[in-house]
Protein backbone atom coordinates (compact mmCIF):
# COMPACT_ATOMS: atom_id res chain seq x y z
CA UNK A 1 0.00 0.00 0.00
CA UNK A 2 1.08 3.54 -0.73
CA UNK A 3 1.23 5.91 2.32
CA UNK A 4 2.37 8.97 1.05
CA UNK A 5 1.01 10.83 -1.70
CA UNK A 6 3.14 13.68 -3.66
CA UNK A 7 1.82 16.82 -5.13
CA UNK A 8 2.08 17.65 -8.10
CA UNK A 9 2.81 14.51 -10.03
CA UNK A 10 5.10 16.77 -12.19
CA UNK A 11 6.36 20.26 -12.03
CA UNK A 12 8.68 22.22 -14.61
CA UNK A 13 9.88 25.08 -13.83
CA UNK A 14 12.85 27.75 -15.18
CA UNK A 15 16.48 27.14 -13.84
CA UNK A 16 16.61 29.72 -10.78
CA UNK A 17 13.42 29.33 -9.64
CA UNK A 18 12.46 27.42 -6.70
CA UNK A 19 10.14 24.04 -6.44
CA UNK A 20 8.10 23.41 -4.08
CA UNK A 21 6.67 19.53 -3.69
CA UNK A 22 4.35 18.18 -1.12
CA UNK A 23 3.49 14.62 0.43
CA UNK A 24 0.71 13.89 2.61
CA UNK A 25 0.22 10.75 4.84
CA UNK A 26 -2.18 8.88 6.18
CA UNK A 27 -1.12 7.35 9.96
CA UNK A 28 1.77 8.11 12.67
CA UNK A 29 5.15 7.64 11.46
CA UNK A 30 9.17 7.43 13.02
CA UNK A 31 10.14 9.81 10.58
CA UNK A 32 9.30 10.94 7.41
CA UNK A 33 11.94 10.63 4.50
CA UNK A 34 12.63 12.47 0.63
CA UNK A 35 14.61 10.58 -1.77
CA UNK A 36 15.62 11.49 -5.41
CA UNK A 37 15.83 9.64 -8.20
CA UNK A 38 17.20 10.00 -12.09
CA UNK A 39 15.73 8.39 -14.63
CA UNK A 40 16.64 4.40 -15.08
CA UNK A 41 18.87 4.94 -11.49
CA UNK A 42 18.12 4.22 -8.13
CA UNK A 43 16.85 6.18 -5.10
CA UNK A 44 19.37 8.12 -3.11
CA UNK A 45 18.45 9.38 -0.10
CA UNK A 46 17.91 13.55 0.35
CA UNK A 47 16.98 14.27 4.13
CA UNK A 48 14.93 12.68 6.84
CA UNK A 49 12.83 14.62 9.77
CA UNK A 50 11.67 13.32 12.57
CA UNK A 51 8.26 12.85 13.84
CA UNK A 52 9.10 15.48 16.41
CA UNK A 53 11.00 18.04 14.22
CA UNK A 54 8.99 20.61 12.23
CA UNK A 55 11.92 22.10 9.81
CA UNK A 56 14.93 21.10 8.46
CA UNK A 57 17.71 22.21 6.08
CA UNK A 58 20.46 20.90 4.17
CA UNK A 59 22.03 22.65 1.28
CA UNK A 60 19.27 23.86 -0.64
CA UNK A 61 16.78 21.74 0.61
CA UNK A 62 14.25 22.30 3.15
CA UNK A 63 12.06 20.22 4.41
CA UNK A 64 8.81 20.75 6.58
CA UNK A 65 6.59 18.25 8.86
CA UNK A 66 3.16 19.11 9.93
CA UNK A 67 2.11 16.48 11.74
CA UNK A 68 -1.42 17.54 13.04
CA UNK A 69 -2.42 18.10 8.78
CA UNK A 70 -0.15 14.68 8.44
CA UNK A 71 1.39 16.05 5.51
CA UNK A 72 5.33 17.23 4.28
CA UNK A 73 6.71 19.68 2.15
CA UNK A 74 10.57 19.61 0.24
CA UNK A 75 11.73 22.87 -1.11
CA UNK A 76 14.31 23.24 -3.21
CA UNK A 77 15.77 27.08 -3.68
CA UNK A 78 17.10 28.70 -6.35
CA UNK A 79 16.98 25.11 -8.71
CA UNK A 80 19.47 23.73 -11.37
CA UNK A 81 19.14 21.54 -14.43
CA UNK A 82 20.99 18.87 -12.62
CA UNK A 83 17.85 18.74 -9.97
CA UNK A 84 15.67 17.24 -12.83
CA UNK A 85 14.78 14.18 -11.26
CA UNK A 86 11.70 12.40 -9.77
CA UNK A 87 11.48 12.90 -5.73
CA UNK A 88 9.81 10.41 -3.46
CA UNK A 89 8.29 11.10 -0.27
CA UNK A 90 8.49 7.52 2.49
CA UNK A 91 7.16 7.39 5.56
CA UNK A 92 8.99 4.29 8.07
CA UNK A 93 6.65 2.18 9.28
CA UNK A 94 9.39 0.37 11.72
CA UNK A 95 11.55 -2.04 9.33
CA UNK A 96 10.33 -0.80 6.44
CA UNK A 97 9.51 2.26 4.37
CA UNK A 98 6.44 3.11 2.65
CA UNK A 99 6.98 5.61 -0.66
CA UNK A 100 4.50 7.98 -2.73
CA UNK A 101 3.96 7.85 -6.02
CA UNK A 102 6.53 10.76 -6.35
CA UNK A 103 7.15 14.15 -8.21
CA UNK A 104 8.39 14.06 -11.38
CA UNK A 105 10.47 17.23 -11.81
CA UNK A 106 11.99 19.11 -14.95
CA UNK A 107 14.15 22.37 -14.85
CA UNK A 108 14.49 23.94 -17.90
CA UNK A 109 17.53 25.64 -18.53
CA UNK B 1 32.40 2.69 2.77
CA UNK B 2 29.11 0.41 1.78
CA UNK B 3 28.31 -0.72 -1.96
CA UNK B 4 25.53 -2.44 -2.91
CA UNK B 5 25.19 -3.98 -6.18
CA UNK B 6 22.80 -5.72 -8.48
CA UNK B 7 23.03 -7.73 -11.37
CA UNK B 8 22.04 -8.07 -14.48
CA UNK B 9 21.74 -4.50 -15.19
CA UNK B 10 18.78 -5.22 -18.15
CA UNK B 11 17.02 -8.96 -18.83
CA UNK B 12 14.64 -9.57 -21.11
CA UNK B 13 12.82 -12.81 -20.78
CA UNK B 14 10.02 -15.01 -22.19
CA UNK B 15 6.83 -15.47 -20.39
CA UNK B 16 7.19 -18.32 -18.38
CA UNK B 17 10.86 -17.76 -18.31
CA UNK B 18 12.41 -18.51 -14.65
CA UNK B 19 14.11 -15.57 -13.10
CA UNK B 20 17.01 -15.06 -11.01
CA UNK B 21 18.07 -11.89 -9.88
CA UNK B 22 20.80 -11.05 -7.50
CA UNK B 23 21.88 -8.29 -4.92
CA UNK B 24 24.94 -8.21 -2.90
CA UNK B 25 26.27 -5.77 -0.49
CA UNK B 26 29.61 -4.51 0.84
CA UNK B 27 31.01 -3.05 4.12
CA UNK B 28 28.07 -3.71 6.30
CA UNK B 29 27.05 -6.51 8.57
CA UNK B 30 23.58 -7.81 9.20
CA UNK B 31 21.84 -5.30 7.06
CA UNK B 32 18.53 -5.37 6.48
CA UNK B 33 17.65 -5.64 2.60
CA UNK B 34 14.66 -4.80 0.40
CA UNK B 35 13.27 -6.28 -2.68
CA UNK B 36 11.07 -3.35 -4.60
CA UNK B 37 9.26 -3.08 -7.86
CA UNK B 38 8.87 0.00 -10.22
CA UNK B 39 6.20 0.54 -12.49
CA UNK B 40 7.33 3.06 -15.29
CA UNK B 41 6.51 6.85 -14.18
CA UNK B 42 5.32 4.89 -10.69
CA UNK B 43 6.27 5.10 -7.26
CA UNK B 44 7.56 1.66 -5.46
CA UNK B 45 6.12 -1.36 -4.50
CA UNK B 46 7.70 -3.43 -1.94
CA UNK B 47 7.79 -7.17 -2.73
CA UNK B 48 9.83 -8.52 0.14
CA UNK B 49 12.25 -7.42 3.26
CA UNK B 50 14.79 -9.38 5.18
CA UNK B 51 16.43 -8.74 8.78
CA UNK B 52 18.69 -11.92 9.18
CA UNK B 53 19.71 -14.84 7.53
CA UNK B 54 16.89 -17.08 6.42
CA UNK B 55 13.70 -14.46 7.51
CA UNK B 56 11.66 -13.64 4.60
CA UNK B 57 8.70 -11.29 4.99
CA UNK B 58 6.56 -11.17 1.85
CA UNK B 59 4.67 -7.77 0.96
CA UNK B 60 2.84 -8.87 -1.67
CA UNK B 61 0.98 -12.36 -3.22
CA UNK B 62 2.49 -13.02 -6.35
CA UNK B 63 4.59 -15.89 -8.52
CA UNK B 64 7.83 -14.02 -7.44
CA UNK B 65 10.08 -15.17 -4.02
CA UNK B 66 13.05 -14.32 -2.13
CA UNK B 67 16.06 -15.92 -0.69
CA UNK B 68 18.76 -15.12 1.93
CA UNK B 69 21.47 -17.41 1.54
CA UNK B 70 24.48 -15.24 3.15
CA UNK B 71 23.86 -12.20 5.78
CA UNK B 72 24.91 -9.93 2.61
CA UNK B 73 23.19 -11.65 -0.10
CA UNK B 74 19.67 -11.00 -1.41
CA UNK B 75 17.94 -13.12 -4.06
CA UNK B 76 14.79 -12.62 -5.62
CA UNK B 77 13.53 -15.47 -8.33
CA UNK B 78 10.37 -16.52 -9.72
CA UNK B 79 9.89 -20.40 -11.42
CA UNK B 80 7.37 -18.64 -14.25
CA UNK B 81 7.57 -15.32 -15.34
CA UNK B 82 4.68 -13.65 -15.93
CA UNK B 83 3.74 -10.63 -18.23
CA UNK B 84 2.73 -8.24 -15.61
CA UNK B 85 6.20 -9.12 -13.77
CA UNK B 86 8.01 -6.31 -15.89
CA UNK B 87 9.45 -3.48 -14.44
CA UNK B 88 12.40 -2.21 -12.55
CA UNK B 89 13.82 -3.97 -9.49
CA UNK B 90 15.57 -2.25 -7.11
CA UNK B 91 17.34 -3.62 -4.58
CA UNK B 92 18.01 -2.16 -0.83
CA UNK B 93 20.04 -1.87 2.08
CA UNK B 94 19.78 -0.36 5.94
CA UNK B 95 21.20 -0.74 8.94
CA UNK B 96 18.27 -1.68 10.62
CA UNK B 97 18.86 1.13 13.26
CA UNK B 98 16.45 3.86 14.55
CA UNK B 99 15.69 5.86 11.32
CA UNK B 100 15.84 3.29 8.84
CA UNK B 101 17.53 5.52 6.13
CA UNK B 102 17.43 2.96 2.70
CA UNK B 103 20.51 2.52 0.34
CA UNK B 104 20.05 1.69 -3.53
CA UNK B 105 21.16 -0.35 -6.02
CA UNK B 106 21.25 0.73 -9.35
CA UNK B 107 18.67 -1.59 -9.87
CA UNK B 108 17.41 -4.41 -12.67
CA UNK B 109 15.35 -3.23 -15.95
CA UNK B 110 13.36 -6.97 -16.47
CA UNK B 111 11.29 -6.98 -19.25
CA UNK B 112 8.86 -10.08 -19.88
CA UNK B 113 7.83 -10.27 -23.40
Known amino acids: SQQGEEDPQALSIQEGENATMNCSYK?????LQWYRQNSGRGLVHLIL?????REKHSGRLRVTLDTSKKSSSLLITASRAADTASYFC?????????FGAGTILRVKS | SQTIHQWPATLVQPVGSPLSLECTVE??????LYWYRQAAGRGLQLLFY??????ISSEVPQNLSASRPQDRQFILSSKKLLLSDSGFYLC????????????FGPGTRLTVL
Open chain 2, 92 to 103: AWSSGLADNEQF
Open chain 1, 27 to 31: TSINN
Open chain 1, 49 to 53: IRSNE
Open chain 1, 90 to 98: ATDEGNKLV
Open chain 2, 27 to 32: GTSNPN
Open chain 2, 50 to 55: SVGIGQ
